[in-house]
């Protein structure tokens, strides 16, 4: 049975690249029960911004190209479900690392990574998060420092309730891809200034090619006078290429110029076409180089993911 539905998964993830179609963070639809069980268990430090209506146009992608790229993220998370026996041990995707000397440890922190290296439940990781946000020690940065300290290459340790991406919820190892995200300088190299990115590789990716990493990028500018905001907006990019540092070119193959195209791309309904641009705070960050932990929650934008929370660690 594990044999036959990896197959499947490999199929499905080479079906939708060759299908200009990937689903990502800002990826596929759930349902109304996933956006209820989200806005059910959002920690007490987090106040989500009222959301505005923006206009939505006709996207550029054809019709039928939408709903077969709809089809097949469907398929993909029929596969990749098809695997998850246990979904709330699952959302702990990586163990977090201690080999950072520069980290200065705390009881709360500790307290996060314990239950993280264990991979509790989410109710007991969002249960550190409630205590460990308050402490934030990027609480007063300025915007200069703020983007000093987000600067540099992070590994996803955890997200909250997310189907943004089936593959993450894949509860073996050796299938589950590693996720990343890409800020500053690494992002500028990587896909160009003014722009954030986040990256897949590894597990069944590999099926892929070896070293294949697929990327989504898109523009980022921080909230004035809210240093750990960021307003995410077009152009949005799906890139197939090589890892970070590899110096492969990267195939684009879905590019959108609005969020009312991209959110079509993904299947999304009218309504979350006409949601405000995406708005991704980062509610606890340290400043320690490799190791710094950074707490992040998608606080405005698209109603699917509203209240997505994730814990990333610097590499």
């Avoid at 992002?187 to 590789?201: D, I």
Wanted: charged share 25%; aromatic share 6%; net charge neutral.
């Amino acid at each position: 049975m594990v044999r036959r539905t990896t197959l499947e998964i490999v199929a499905v993830v080479s079906l939708l690249v060759r299908a200009e179609g990937f689903c990502s963070k800002f990826g596929p639809g759930a349902t109304r029960a996933d956006e209820r069980a989200r806005s059910e268990r959002t920690p007490s430090a987090i106040r989500l911004a009222p959301d505005s209506t923006e206009g939505c146009r006709e996207s550029r992608v054809s019709r039928t190209r939408r709903e077969w790229i709809a089809g097949s993220l469907a398929a993909a998370t029929t596969a990749c479900s098809a695997l998850t026996s246990s979904p709330a041990s699952a959302r702990v995707v990586s163990a977090p690392s201690r080999s950072s000397s520069r980290v200065e440890s705390s009881p709360e922190r500790d307290e996060l990574l314990r239950a993280l290296d264990s991979k509790s439940s989410n109710d007991v990781v969002l249960g550190c998060i409630d205590k460990l946000v308050p402490t934030n020690p990027a609480k007063d940065f300025s915007q200069a420092s703020f983007d000093s300290a987000l600067d540099g290459e992070w590994k996803l340790l955890w997200y909250s309730t997310s189907n943004f991406s089936p593959l993450l919820k894949l509860p073996i190892n050796t299938l589950r891809p590693d996720s990343y995200q890409y800020f500053g300088d690494v992002a500028t190299r990587e896909v160009g200034r003014g722009r954030v990115a986040q990256g897949l590789n590894g597990g069944v990716l590999s099926a892929l090619g070896p070293g294949t990493q697929l990327w989504l990028s898109s523009g980022a500018a921080s909230r004035e006078g809210s240093p750990g905001a960021l307003e995410i907006y077009p152009p949005f990019r799906l890139q197939l290429g090589g890892g970070v540092g590899s110096g492969r070119s990267k195939r684009t193959i879905v590019e959108a110029d609005s969020d009312a195209d991209f959110r079509a791309v993904n299947g999304r309904s009218t309504e979350a076409q006409l949601a405000p641009k995406n708005e991704y705070e980062q509610i606890y960050m340290e400043d320690f180089g490799a190791g710094s932990l950074r707490i992040s929650v998608i606080t405005k934008g698209d109603p699917v993911i509203v209240g997505e929370m994730f814990v990333h660690q610097k590499v």
